[in-house]
């Protein structure tokens, strides 16, 4: 599309030029948080608001134009990268936070606001909005609802879906859909915010959101510790959820081979040694700073004693804490040696370790020098593992059989939060029946016909 094209003229003239970025300044920009290469599409687009929004995706409508909605760029699925012939929507300028109330525990909130903006602004008048994920300083709250996004404190707090309480969001044909809903209660009909959270973009594009907040937790206990086998790690999430009373905000596991791949040489400082089976991060926050601590000490205390944990580190700073956290989310010492395949899936935590030993076995006979790193949400029954071939080439439909074709047994899904995108498509089937997806198909013809908003994604 050149600069005289109808559709880009017809967007110039509602938005003005300052809105429509082509060419040179387009190809300046990197595909995603992924992939550092040149953007290519037929423009981007940058809507100031709902109504600029509407006005772009009426003129796509009248000209047939397909197009992508951009977040923060951080998906994993390949969801939001441009196809050439697509244009970028991209939710940058809508990024304000239009209003707080703190009594009633909401926040409204524009789609393009950044997840971390928000926490902290939210922060500052001691209000909290829990959803947390490695991406927060780059991923925005209309992608976060857009995916359904999870992330750390999910056992406490739930996933994006528990955290809307209502949301704009306009058609394929510019029509402004406000469902801006601000109580915990409301049964008046089908609940249509719904339609727009977690269908990646493909039903309609998510303007404005209204937030679910909870009083900032005045305390906060962290440990790292040891385990010498994955049933201790059951075993001690049973044990931490009974006597730490609805506290506990995040427990994440990490197989022994995955604290190795991060830690050492190169990578984060060990703060205990590398040679366990297992390791897990877990989190509780309370409103009695003093209490909250003797508490949490005593059952690490005699968690240890009772022999469920082996090691253990409490830090004493926040810096030691984040220095824990980055343990578990800053993983690039793994990822960064290519070809290396990410996976998000999800099982019943009594099948996960049978599960992860199957695929670790798989990877091992199929690249006798590849690697399979496990680590995740455990308490939410959720897994991320990284595969890594070994070797030069593209091996990544080998890869997603090792991963996926095991799940099917245990009646786990193939995306526990990252969507589906581009790149689980062929694998949608395994997770789901044919009478569910041809009700998404039907869905999805009835709110978008003509099939222009993010097209060929899920579905
Ligand atoms: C280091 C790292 C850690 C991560 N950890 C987690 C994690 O723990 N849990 C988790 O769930 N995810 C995680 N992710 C994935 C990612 O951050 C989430 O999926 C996030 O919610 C995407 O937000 P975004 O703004 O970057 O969306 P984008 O990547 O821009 O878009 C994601 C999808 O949503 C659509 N979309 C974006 N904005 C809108 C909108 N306003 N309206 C309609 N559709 C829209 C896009 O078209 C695309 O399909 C992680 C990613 C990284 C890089």
Redesign the pocket.
Known sequence: MSEQSPVVSALIEALGPDAVILGEALSQRAT???DARPTRAQALVRPGSTEDVSRVLKICADWNQPL?????????TL??DPRAEELILS?ERMNAIESIDALGGTATVQ??AILQTVQEALAEQDLLFPLD???RG???I??????N????NVLRYGM?RNLVLGLE?VLADGTVVSSMNQMLKNNAGYDLKQL?IGT??TL????RVVLRLFPLPRSRHTALVALDSFEQASQLLRTLQKDLAGSLSAYEVMWGTYYRGVTGEGGHRPPLTRDYPFYALLETEGADPEGDGERFQCVIERVFEDGLIVDAVLPKSEGERRALWDIR?NFEMITSCTPCYLYDVSLPISDMETYADQVIRSVKQQWPDGECYVFG?MADGNLHLFVRPGIDGDFHSDSDRLVYEPLKQFNGSVSA???I?VEKKPWLGHSRTEVELALMRSLKQTLDPHNLL?PG?VL
Do not use: D, K, P
């Open positions: 995603s948080y992924w992508v909605t951009q977040g923060g760029q951080t998906c994993c969801g939001a939710t789609a393009g994920l490695g991406a780059s991923c925005t209309g992608g976060n609802t857009a995916t996004a999870g992330g750390i994006m969001a727009f990646e973009g309609g594009v998510v303007t989310e949400h939060e990252h969507g995108g993010n994604r």
